[in-house]
């Protein structure tokens, strides 16, 4: 066999194997740019005793010369052949231009999914470029355009030359305006050196989970929850523990749930007031209980998310979980400019705690993206100046919300069979449809799920939702009402029509 392979350093040059051979890679004195490729040839149909489903992609078979040693034998383990009934080509090919791409990915990210809130607005965008006349009420963004102000200020740093790298934490202005912000609304009490302005909250929430969760380690979720965090946890090799909550407690998390849930191994806690998607906001006196109940773990952690804050309706109040005695310590603070103040594109949120844990993320950020945009910056100095709770701009989008979300219970509570708990705060209503499930509709099929309601919203009514099983709560969907009235009026006039369309499967 050895002997006559010799001739196979001559690049194209081919030999015909009979089974058994044992070939050796070593032995062909191939240089490290050539390539060995394996082309099988079957003398006989496949027969019963192996039944591919796609013979040709096992036909020919490559490795690339670093390998020392290739037994025949193994290949025949993978064709799963008689070795009688096959004969082999060998063929030695420059493959100067062919090398065999490793297109193999990183575990950590193979195990996260898409985010699903993403791709069903991108759906319902590409259906309206396509003049689908699709209303969307799948995006977790305001409609309403960036205060004229806070652009100004944007403007304007282009204007004044702020356009080179800021200081990776962020620029001491914004910093400091944040943390007078955080004084004044939220009675904590940070330094500049206990900020870190980063791209969005995501950013934020991704730097805090990587900073401290280590492989193995427990980051506790109360669900429904956003999107992003179970997927985070695995990022930073973490398990994330989902803790279901109820409609009919507010989709509020149970202290004893989390009592019973917690172990050496719980690293991170994470809280989301006012809440994506269930809009619920936690009361003081719960997050106090919860407070109590972190106090007696001390490993656990707390990010709370607070990027709602200020989309929230009376009589709800908002608390910081880090303002509740013995948290500080323990808790990031998570805050952003995208949704109170209409700058989802601009990229600006922030994050707050204890400087050593801080810094471990502004570590991470250094070596990542830097700074966030000098531009946005400027932008977020003059949101923060607005005034308590964003001023008047704000308070102007929050009635709007609030009106919308009025007619969204209103015409919701006379529908059949849908449950619901109404939201407090945020954008967005988390509606119970399970009732619906088992139906069907001609020329739809079933209603099996979240996901099957959704799709056939988006069929037959034209109007783009979010199915719960995105936020780990398959009975629901979710509406975000950050579109106008009209488009509100018309989109519920739609799922009614739809609805009603949908019958119980005629028993066989
Ligand atoms: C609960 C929650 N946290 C954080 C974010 C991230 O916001 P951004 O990165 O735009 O600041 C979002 C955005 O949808 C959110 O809903």
């Given at each position: ?37 394996i ?40 064709l ?40 069903i ?20 963004e305001?409609?309403?355009?960036t ?47 206990q ?38 946890a695995?990022l ?25 849930k917690l172990?050496?191994?719980s ?6 007031s ?73 990229r ?81 209503l ?38 719960g ?40």
């Open positions: 066999m050895h002997a006559s392979c010799c001739g196979l350093t001559t690049p194209g040059s081919r030999l015909v194997l009979s089974s058994g051979f044992d070939l050796r890679l070593e032995s062909l004195g191939f240089a490290s740019s050539w390539q060995l490729s082309i099988c040839s079957i003398d006989e149909p496949w027969s019963g005793c192996f039944a591919p489903t796609d013979p040709e992609s096992l036909r020919s078979i490559s490795f690339s010369s670093q390998l020392h040693s290739v037994s025949f034998r193994s290949f025949e383990q993978k799963q052949v008689q070795p009688f009934r096959m004969s082999t080509v060998v063929r030695a090919e420059s493959n100067s231009d062919k090398i065999p791409i490793d297109t193999s990915l990183n575990p950590r990210v193979n195990s996260v999914k898409l985010s699903k809130t993403m791709a607005t991108d759906k319902a965008t590409a259906l309206a470029q396509a003049g689908v006349p699709v209303i969307r009420l799948a995006a977790g305001p409609d309403f355009d205060p004229v102000v806070i652009a100004e200020a944007g403007i304007n740093a282009v204007r004044e030359g702020h356009t080179r790298y800021t200081p990776n934490a962020g620029t001491l202005e914004l910093r400091t305006a944040i943390c007078h912000k955080l004084k004044e609304e939220n009675a904590l009490t940070y330094t500049p050196d900020i870190l302005a980063s791209n969005g909250a995501k950013q934020s929430i991704l730097q805090a989970v990587l900073a401290v969760c280590s492989t193995g380690d427990e980051v506790i979720i109360p669900a429904p929850y956003w999107v992003s965090y179970p997927e985070m695995r930073a090799d973490a398990m994330p523990v989902i803790l279901p909550t109820l409609i009919s407690n507010n989709f509020l998390l149970d202290p004893k749930l989390l009592a019973s172990s050496d191994k690293r991170l806690l994470i809280l989301c006012p809440s994506n998607p269930t809009g619920s906001v936690y009361p003081k006196k719960l997050l106090e209980e919860i407070a109590d109940i972190v106090s007696k773990h001390p490993r656990l952690l707390v990010l709370s998310d607070e990027i709602y804050e200020h989309i929230i309706y009376a009589p709800a109040t908002h608390t910081s979980f880090a303002s509740l005695p013995g948290m500080w310590e323990r808790t990031f603070t998570v805050n952003g400019f995208s949704k109170a103040f209409a700058m989802t594109g601009w600006l949120g922030y994050l707050a705690g204890p400087k050593h844990f801080v810094a471990a993320c502004g570590k991470l950020q250094s070596q990542s993206t830097s700074g966030a945009c000098s531009i946005s910056q400027k932008a977020g100095v003059a949101a923060l100046g607005l005034g308590y709770a964003g001023g008047d701009a704000v308070a102007t989008m929050v009635k709007a919300f609030q009106e919308r979300r009025d007619f969204l219970v209103k015409s919701f509570k006379e529908l059949e069979g849908v449950k619901m708990s109404e939201p407090q705060g945020a954008f967005y988390f509606l119970d449809f399970s009732f619906y499930y088992g139906t069907e509709a001609k020329g739809f099929g079933v209603i099996k799920d979240s996901e099957s309601l959704c799709q056939y919203l988006l069929d037959q009514a034209q109007v783009a939702l979010v199915p099983d995105a936020f780990g709560d398959d009975n629901c969907i979710r509406i975000s009402y950050a579109a106008a009235l009209s488009s509100l009026q018309a989109a519920m006039e739609r799922i009614k029509m739809a609805l009603v369309l949908l019958r119980s499967p005629v028993p066989a």
